[in-house]
């Protein structure tokens, strides 16, 4: 084949509908859902993990939820160093849109946060609302790692929250239920001739609940990414008020096959909000410098070229601002493109 030129770019490609026939071959044992059986089980007391300090106060003219973050003590050791990078992140239950989240303590075992958030909420309304503290482990080149959580489930255990409150609390280590977000399943499929990978986004399955109403207005949002910058985006079309949205919807990048080594796909699910900003609801990665099965996904796909490759693919908790993308733009130092 006579190539004379390879750009190393994203043209625009508009977002097709395909149907499920298109999308390639798809092994049964992949859809296969979670036992359920396992809630019927009386639940193990949960492991502890650390306590947390935080201080409760109603603001009347507020009209908002006051929570002081306090201090953490005697949280275990996440790193190969024997030490941990800590933060926290608070919602108000059902409502997952509203978060907060603390800095991150660098090598802290015993971090003070000393950091305050306010929740708008009306005060009649707290008794059907739950404060939940997750504490994270932050790790700049892989997902996070959940180290527990602390949920209060009455606000008025203590007080009438009229004065602050201090409470301490127990950190509860992560189970799999509470770092559950859902799952994706998408397929790839690579063209080396023409240098075009396909990512087909097919469904998603059990979504976190983002909205007050216990659902969410998912849609997935893709991100080529080269030596940590991001490159060029797509996006699917939002599913209305399911958590368990189907989309069969095509997304496609131009990356000629002396760069499929440098790059990779962060993938997104998001949960549209028309009145504030959208919300992350779980994100994975595939790419070579991918874990697990994203790496191992992205391999079988170049194994087997011009194949959809098709697997579930469980979502992480998104970093946030600790870790967000720094800079945008294109790769610095591509291969330059080959000619005859």
């Known amino acids: 084949m006579n190539v004379t030129s390879v750009d190393f770019s994203m043209d625009a490609m508009p977002l097709r509908q395909s149907s499920t026939t298109s999308i390639g071959r798809i092994k049964p044992e992949l859809y296969k859902q979670k036992s359920v059986d396992s809630e019927d089980e009386a639940k193990e007391p949960a492991e502890t993990c650390g306590k947390l ?54 090598k802290n075992l015993n971090p003070m946060f000393d950091e305050t958030f306010s929740f708008p909420v009306v005060y009649d309304e707290l008794c059907n609302r739950k404060l939940h503290f997750s504490v994270y482990d932050f790790d700049r080149f892989t997902s996070h790692d959940m180290i527990g959580e602390v949920v209060v489930d009455n606000l008025f255990e203590l007080s009438d929250l009229s004065r602050e409150a201090v409470v301490w609390k127990d950190i509860h280590a992560a189970t799999t239920e509470s770092i559950d977000l859902g799952e994706i399943m998408y397929s790839l499929c690579y063209l080396p001739t023409a240098g075009r990978m396909t990512l087909t986004v ?46 069969n919807e095509a997304i496609i990048f131009d ?29 994975c990665r595939t790419g070579p410098d991918a874990e697990g099965l994203g790496r191992d996904h992205w391999n079988e796909m170049l194994a087997y ?26 790769c610095p130092s591509p291969k330059p493109p080959q000619t005859p």
């Open 255 to 283: 990356i000629p096959p002396e760069n499929v080594e440098q790059v990779s796909l962060s993938i997104m699910v998001m949960d549209y909000d028309r009145v504030g900003h959208n919300e992350v609801i779980g994100v």
């Open 53 to 106: 300090s935080f201080s409760l106060r109603y603001d009347y003219e507020e009209q908002a939820l006051v929570v002081r973050i306090l201090k953490a003590l005697d949280l275990p050791a996440k790193d190969f160093t024997g030490t941990s990078d800590p933060y926290v992140k608070i919602y108000l239950l059902p409502e997952r849109k509203k978060k907060f989240q603390t800095r991150v303590h660098r």
């Open 202 to 247: 097919i469904k998603c399955r059990n979504l976190k609940a983002m909205d007050i109403t216990g659902s969410s207005d998912p849609y997935v949002k893709v991100y080529l990414i080269c030596d940590g910058r991001r490159l060029k985006k797509r996006k699917t079309t939002t599913k209305k008020s399911t958590l368990n949205p189907s989309y």
């Open 305 to 330: 070229p011009r194949k959809p490759i098709t697997h579930w693919h469980a979502l992480g908790e998104w970093p946030g601002r600790a870790a967000s993308f720094e800079s945008q733009g294109s």
